[in-house]
Each structure stands twice: as C-alpha cells, then as structure tokens.
T-cell receptor, first 111, second 119 residues
Framework: NAGVTQTPKFRILKIGQSMTLQCTQDMNHNYMYWYRQDPGMGLKLIYYSVGAGITDKGEVPNGYNVSRSTTEDFPLRLELAAPSQTSVYFC??????????FGQGTRLTVV | AQKVTQAQTEISVVEKEDVTLDCVYE???????LFWYKQPPSGELVFLIRRNSFDEQNEISGRYSWNFQKSTSSFNFTITASQVVDSAVYFCALSEAGNYGGSQGNLIFGKGTKLSVKP
C-alpha cells in the first residue's frame, strides 16, 4: 500500500516550458487535491476533485490545469512556466470527512 | 466562506515549556471537520488529529491536547513539556460536510505556525 505517490521529487524548468506533475493514490479515495507551498508560507489550494471527471478550482488556479480521468490519478499540468510558479507542490487524497494523506512533495524551480 | 486563521506566525520556547497554538475558523456549515497537521523540517505533512463539529470533547494524546470550542470557533492545540523534536510548522485545516457555493470536498489550511523549541 504505497499511499499517495508524486513524481518527480525535484524539477528545474526554464521559463515558458511546460510539464506535468504526476499524482497517484492506491487507497480508492474519492477526493484529491493539489496544493502549493511557497517558502515560509502555508498551503494554498490550486485544484481539487471530488471524483473521476469532476474538478474544481481552488484559491490559486491560474497557470495550472488538471484532469481526473480515473479515481487513482490526478495530474497537474503547468503551461508556460513562470518564476512565480517556483514552489513545493503537494498532492493529497482522502475519503469524505476524513483526514487527507499527502504525497512527499515536488520541489519545482523555474529559472 | 471557509476560512482558517492561525494568527501566530512563529513561536519560540525553551524545552519543557508548555505552548499553545491557536486556530480560529469560519464556516457556514453546521457539520464540519477540523484537523491539525505537523510539518517537520524534513518537509512531509503528518496528520495529528481530526475533530468533527458535533464532538466538543477535549482530547489528550500524550503530551498533546486539543481544545475545541464552537462558541468561539476555535480549535487550539497545546503541547505540554515541549521537546526539541516538536520543532515544526503546525497547520490547522477545515473541511465542510455540506456543499455551500460548491465547496463540497474543499479542504483549506491556515498559514501555519512555526514552532521552535530550543534546548
């Protein structure tokens, strides 16, 4: 039982490049989330999903896209990377009304 | 709308002191869930406790205790006899059970309180 798995763990992107952060969970959780955490700051919600085929914007969705074609996977797409997207990204999943389980995080630097 | 406020940005204590981390929340729902997470310097997020809005009993787990008061919309966290290993950022989070304005499933966090425990 791996829990929530994020890949990659580290990535350096050049301005204007695109990439996809992968997130997979094997707990059959309906809800999945993407957060970003800037240095010394809290967790800001980017997008979330309450089930396959359903996604909703969080607090800071601009510059990102998501999809949820299966229960297990919730990839986060960055289009035209900008220095402001330098951050640590966390994926999480949970069942309704329970605690969330987090991945180990992806440290992204845009140069 | 949902909101979680952790007014204390940083707290520094000396080992063996007691310390309380404050969390104040806002919600329109009558059924909601509150959480505390710990983020040690290694960066992972560790779940500590969940409390639902119908259960106002305080909880104690070893050196940790939680005080949930609906009247003041607060869910405070106390560490008794703090230790250096308690040094971390602590986050409070809120999830509503209903679907107000499409918020079903939303899980929002406060900005966190950085606790430094010095030997």
């Amino acid at each position: 039982n791996a829990g929530v798995t994020q890949t990659p763990k580290f990535r350096i992107l050049k301005i204007g490049q695109s990439m996809t952060l992968q997130c997979t969970q094997d707990m059959n959780h309906n809800y999945m989330y993407w957060y970003r955490q800037d240095p010394g700051m809290g967790l800001k919600l980017i997008y979330y999903s309450v089930g396959a085929g359903i996604t909703d914007k969080g607090e800071v969705p601009n510059g990102y896209n998501v999809s949820r074609s299966t229960t297990e996977d919730f990839p986060l797409r960055l289009e035209l990377a900008a220095p402001s997207q330098t951050s640590v990204y966390f994926c999480a999943s949970r069942r309704p009304n329970t605690e969330a389980f987090f991945g180990q995080g992806t440290r992204l630097t845009v140069v | 709308a949902q909101k979680v406020t952790q007014a204390q940005t940083e707290i520094s204590v000396v080992e063996k002191e007691d310390v309380t981390l404050d969390c104040v929340y806002e919600t329109r729902d009558t059924t909601y869930y509150l959480f505390w997470y710990k983020q040690p310097p290694s960066g992972e997020l560790v779940f500590l406790i969940r409390r639902n809005s119908f259960d106002e009993q305080n909880e104690i787990s070893g050196r940790y205790s939680w005080n949930f008061q609906k009247s003041t919309s607060s869910f405070n966290f106390t560490i008794t006899a703090s230790q250096v290993v308690d040094s971390a950022v602590y986050f409070c989070a809120l999830s509503e059970a209903g679907n107000y304005g499409g918020s079903q499933g939303n899980l929002i966090f406060g900005k966190g309180t950085k606790l430094s425990v010095k030997p």
